[in-house]
């Protein structure tokens, strides 16, 4: 078994048991070394997966149950109506997690038939919608905000203010505002213990942080 096929083969694994699996076990399994079960669960964690490890009996290395859904049943005019909206979001970047959101455009317009997606796609270019489409903002910073918000994780960045001057800013996002054309980071900044408002596209490099360092940071 190649590795890329062990790492898909390691998620179902994962998402199949309802305790964890210690990293032992997970090498037996597959046939490698417990080093290449590390290097692996290394892998999928830079790909987004929520595993998590737990100690004790019963412990181990687990996939969060809240990963995928079960499956959902759109007809096909629902599954159309949602890749047009999504498209939409897509091209005018209404949300900051753009690559979530073709991914998942890409799940449901893949479980339509053939047929299907050639009539309905003629069907939906009839809609048009027309917007101001948000300031870019690099990759890097979006993903960095997504995994801080959905992981509920403080943000480490490094602010350009409106004056041109940088300084680096530890916030708890607590909402995003999409506002015209900017995206809007609504929080506490944790430096300094007070809510803060900032611009997405002033943000230059961002990390998401472990969780609960507040402490560290307030002075």
Known sequence: MNRRARLFALVE?????RSGVTAEALAERFGVT?????RDLDTLREGALPLKADRGRGGGYALDRHYTLPPVNFTAREAAVLI???QWALGLRLVPFLETCASALDK???????SAQWELADLMRGL???GVPTLPV???????LERAWF??????MRYAGAHGTTSMRTVRVERVVLEGSLTLLNGVDLDKGEPRQFRLDRVEWAEA?????EREYIR
């Open 151 to 156: 992981e509920q994780r403080p943000l480490r």
């Open 209 to 213: 942080l472990d969780r609960n360092p």
């Open 84 to 86: 047009t909206v999504g």
């Open 128 to 130: 048009t919608f027309t």
């Open 13 to 17: 694994y994962l998402r199949g048991r």
């Open 34 to 38: 417990v080093r290449t079960i590390y």
């Open 108 to 114: 449901v317009q893949g479980a339509l038939s053939a």
């Open 138 to 144: 690099p990759r890097a910073v979006r993903d960095a």
